[in-house]
């Protein structure tokens, strides 16, 4: 069964700093996708970046990057130039192929915070 | 742009209430999802579906119906709600496709559920 890591439980990083979210999957497909979301405080999740198994380059999407590794069944999002309005909960995800929809498991998350 | 709505974003019940929540979007998507969210537990699968009518039973669905007679309507039952029924509900919709990208689910703002 799919399953999804996220190891870093919380995050404090200084204003314009890079950040990088760890996540790590286990899956035997070898087609598969992999999602990351953000969750500010009023609880709505944000669809930010996807990477499909087989996209040869890094999924970019603004200041978000996906860091795909898939020898190390990694996918951490990096975040360029932080903002305060990064702060938030972030959210792995991948799809999963088993069932009638393509569902999607989600690892614990990771909450982000930036300073001023 | 992908719009989810939820009927309610705070709602207050009392145990052994009937609880409807609603969930409605306006793409056209075939796919919809109601989870449940609590602290340190992540996002919990309840039910999705794939088709009008059609529903199957994710990974919590113990006390919970669901109901969708309309393409773009998927309704979460509590049928007799109880105070472990306390949570934030999200519900998501997502396109039917082969295309590993085309499962990206698309999130409401959420429905925080307090029942006493």
């Known amino acids: 069964a799919q399953k999804i890591t996220q190891t870093q439980p919380g995050m404090f990083v200084q204003e314009k700093e890079a950040v990088t979210l760890d996540c790590t999957y286990d899956?035997?497909?070898?087609?598969?996708?992999l999602f990351w979301y953000k969750q500010p405080s009023s609880g709505e999740m944000i669809f930010l970046i996807y990477?499909?198994?087989?996209?040869?380059q890094n999924a970019t999407e603004g200041r978000y990057s996906l860091n795909f590794q898939k020898a190390r069944k990694s996918a951490n999002l990096v975040i360029s130039a932080s903002q305060l309005g990064d702060s938030a909960m972030y959210f792995c995800?991948?799809?999963?192929?088993?069932?009638?929809?393509?569902?999607?498991?989600f690892g614990q998350g990771t909450r982000l915070t930036i300073n001023p | 742009d992908v719009k989810v709505t939820q009927s309610s974003r705070y709602l207050v019940k009392r145990t052994g209430e009937k609880v409807f929540l609603e969930c409605v979007q306006d793409?056209?998507?075939?796919?919809m999802f109601w989870y449940r969210q609590d602290p340190g537990l992540g996002l919990r699968l309840i039910y999705f579906?794939?088709?009008?009518?059609?529903?199957e039973k994710g990974d919590i669905p113990e006390g919970y119906s669901v109901s969708r007679e309309k393409k773009e309507r998927f309704s979460l039952i509590l049928e007799s709600a109880s105070t472990n029924q306390t949570s934030m509900y999200l519900c998501?919709?997502?396109?039917?496709?082969?295309?590993?990208?085309?499962?990206?689910?698309?999130f409401g703002p959420g429905t925080r559920l307090l029942v006493l």
């Open positions: 998501a919709s997502s396109l039917l496709g082969s295309y590993p990208g085309q499962g990206t689910q698309y």
């Open positions: 899956t035997s497909d070898q087609s598969y996708g």
């Open positions: 990477q499909g198994s087989y996209d040869e």
């Open positions: 995800a991948m799809r999963d192929h088993k069932g009638g929809a393509q569902k999607l498991v």
């Open positions: 793409m056209d998507h075939e796919n």
């Open positions: 579906s794939y088709d009008v009518k059609m529903k």
